[in-house]
């Protein structure tokens, strides 16, 4: 009689081992037969539903879903938005025209800083909102200043390839795509007691890819300059802060 229940119950316990079993094999298999894509939505759907930020996501900048774990917060609707592998970063240009330093000043005071550039594709969604911004003030040519600075192993002109001359400053950007510089730059001017250009601004022309006070330089490209210019060359400042979604 002891013998027949526990043989019993020995029974049942094997029953139920192989029902969860055969349970959990099912879910694993329904996951399988949708796409990898479907799951990172579900696993995106299953976030948002935790995290409310009285934000609506995506304001139709394509910020959703692209690699950078999508459904982000935005960038407010008057800052350009730019989507890296690291994460949304938000670009707003200005006009002033002032020096390198006084331009950062400026960009802290909006708790952001002079940005980088990421990929070509940034810089020249840039250079057009800068064309924009010249056509709206009648200026033929002008540039922008960026948040980049150069190495101290690259002093002078021909030490370190172009792209590798220079490196970003805002503690977000990446990589040196973005460094798309002029032909023939950095070419590492020096004056007195400004020391060698240390820093990078972009050219922006209001019309065409070239412009007679600029030979050789092609709208959009970057150029090294003086951090301490800010009047001339080219008298037309503008100056682009980046920060993190706000
Ligand atoms: C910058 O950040 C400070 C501290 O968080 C905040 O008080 C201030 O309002 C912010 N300023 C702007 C322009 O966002
Ligand atoms: C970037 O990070 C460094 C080191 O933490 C810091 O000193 C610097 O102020 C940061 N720069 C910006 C623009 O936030």
Partial sequence: MKCLLLFLCFFCLITVITAIFESEGGKRNQYSSSSSDEDSNYERRKKKKHHHHGRPPGNGNGGEGN?????????????????RPQGRWCVKLFVGTMMNLAAETRCREMNATLTGLQTDAERLKLAEAGRTIMLQNNYGDASIWLGAHRKGSCPSAQMCYPKETFFWLDNHTTGNEGFGWATGQPDAGTRGAWGVQSCAHQFIFSSGTT???????IHGQLDDQYCQEGVVDPNIKMYACGRKPF
């Fill in 67 to 83: 690699g950078n774990g999508g459904g982000g917060k935005a960038c407010p609707s008057d800052w350009m938005t730019f989507d």
């Fill in 211 to 217: 412009n007679p006070r600029w030979p050789g330089i």
